[in-house]
């Protein structure tokens, strides 16, 4: 039987990115769910305000951990600062990412770097050290916030689509290396999500919005807690034999 309410009560979770967007919402929904919360990002003054209002909404524990994740040394020191603040780790939700549209010819080697450092090797280092932690306390679940651009090249979008499609390979060798001690990793890959940044890069330009609906067989874009619902199931005992998946939430645009 399916279980369409998971609870992740006492779940010690770490969430990148979750100052805004959807690492804000996948907070809300672990939160609502009874997870114990580690929530990173890079406004601390935000992160602060968002973990008080979590606290009192829901009654779960809420800290930050500021990490700016485009420094080298950041992965490494947000997995043990995390990891300290509840004694250990059950969930990473590896969200935090960047984006800079261009085209191939227009890219440099400072671009190209940028989001690589942020969107594959933060995210890559992070879990390696957060999933070896898990590992040796016996399992824990971790789910990466990919793109469906990891699976199909959208144009304009070199070095996003590169990062994302490394970051499905290293959900993969996780899923492989660590599920021998009882650690899940699973990957989502939405296509346009509605935050307040989605919203403004595509609902206020209908020019640019039609062509990429009109690939979406479902005939609209994504809504955050569609993704938050996602993530919370697959960080879940209901989802306990699930490991190594890309799960596209994208209303059928991967196959279209």
Not at 101 to 117: F, G, I, K
Not at 162 to 172: C, D, R
Request: contains cysteine; proline residues 5%; hydrophobic residues 50%.
């Amino acid at each position: 039987m399916i279980n369409s309410n998971p609870r992740l009560d006492g779940r010690r979770t770490l969430i990148t990115g979750a100052s805004k967007g959807i690492g804000a919402d996948i907070a809300r929904a672990f939160a609502e769910a009874g997870a114990a919360l580690v929530l990173s990002g890079r406004d601390g003054e935000a992160l602060s305000a968002q973990a008080a209002q979590l606290a009192s909404d829901y009654g779960v524990k809420a800290e930050v951990v500021v990490a700016d994740l485009s420094d080298p040394e950041a992965p490494e020191r947000l997995a043990a600062e995390a990891a300290a603040v509840f004694g250990g780790l059950d969930v990473l939700i590896n969200n935090a990412g960047i984006s800079h549209p261009e085209m191939v010819v227009d890219l440099t080697a400072e671009l190209l770097d940028d989001v690589l450092n942020v969107n594959l090797r933060a995210p890559s280092l992070l879990a390696a050290r957060v999933g070896a932690g898990m590992a040796a306390a016996g399992g824990g679940s971790i789910v990466t916030v990919a793109s469906a651009a990891g699976l199909r090249a959208l144009p304009e979008h070199y070095g996003y689509c590169i990062s994302k499609a490394g970051l499905l390979m290293a959900t993969k060798m996780l899923a492989l290396e660590l599920g021998p001690s009882g650690v899940r990793a699973n990957s989502v890959c939405p296509t346009v999500v509605l935050t307040d940044m989605g919203q403004r890069v595509w609902l206020d330009h209908p020019d640019k919005a039609a062509p990429m609906l009109s690939r979406i067989p479902l005939g609209r874009f994504v809504q955050p807690h569609e993704v938050s619902d996602v993530v919370v199931w697959l960080a879940s005992d209901a989802a306990a034999m699930v490991n190594g998946i890309d799960l596209s939430v994208d209303g059928g645009y991967s196959v279209s």
